[in-house]
């Protein structure tokens, strides 16, 4: 299975300050032959089911807003949130979809300062 | 806008058999892949299976003895079955729809393993 690690496990941001939650997988999720990296991100609030932000590493899901911006490849991920806003007290997630079984990070809960 | 809910016994006894429905509305099973999830309390999140439009399941390693995925294309459901269950298998269940990754997600129902 590919395992996959967040940092840090929990963080207090102002509100207005950037955000940076980092992921690293244990073996590369880029498909050469696409040159795509098959990671996501979700966000979940406290009693909700989680949400998906982010797909293909970069790609947005409809309705996020722009604040959110995934990047990174191979390995290396990273999910920002440019902006803290208070509705963006959540648990963060990465995940990835390359092999089966997908699996996720253990998650970041991200809370304001 | 895809809603899905989840259903089934909140509570089931040691040894027995989970066993969920999710139903889908506002959208044909056979647009995407359909998955369970699983969240015991207060941790994170475990990817349990899909099941493909074609009937084609796809389990995780460390439950695949244990787990049946099934669809019901007259009904628009699918299922979950998860046999011998002890105090670990305790979890919010999510039913969630897309494909590889989980772009429809159902609330989530709690089951609770305990005799």
């Known amino acids: 299975d590919i395992v996959m690690t967040q940092s840090p496990d929990s963080l207090a941001v102002s509100l207005g300050e950037r955000a940076t939650i980092n992921c690293k997988s244990s073996q590369s999720v880029l498909y050469t032959s696409n040159n795509k990296n098959y990671l996501a991100w979700y966000q979940q609030k406290p009693g909700q089911p989680p949400k998906l932000l982010i797909y293909w590493t970069s790609t947005r899901e409809y309705g996020v807003p722009d604040r959110f911006s995934g990047s990174g490849s191979g390995t290396d991920f990273t999910l920002t949130i440019s902006s803290l806003q208070a509705e963006d007290v959540a648990v963060y997630y990465c995940q990835q979809y390359y092999n089966s079984p997908w699996t996720f990070g253990q998650g970041t809960k991200v809370e304001i300062k | 806008q895809v809603q899905l809910r989840e259903s089934g016994p909140r509570l089931v006894k040691p040894s027995e058999t989970l066993s969920l429905t999710c139903s889908i509305s506002d959208s044909s099973i056979s647009n995407y892949y359909w998955s369970w999830i699983r969240q015991p309390p207060g941790k994170g999140l475990e990817y349990i299976g899909y099941?493909?439009?074609?009937?084609?399941?796809n389990y995780s390693p460390s439950l695949k003895s244990r787990v049946t995925i099934s669809l019901d294309t007259s009904k628009n459901q699918f299922s979950l079955r998860l046999s011998s269950v002890t105090a670990a298998d305790t979890a919010v269940y999510y039913c969630?729809?897309?494909?590889?990754?989980?772009?429809?997600w159902g609330q989530g129902t709690l089951v609770t393993v305990s005799s």
């Open positions: 969630a729809g897309r494909g590889q990754f989980f772009q429809y």
């Open positions: 099941i493909s439009y074609s009937g084609s399941a």
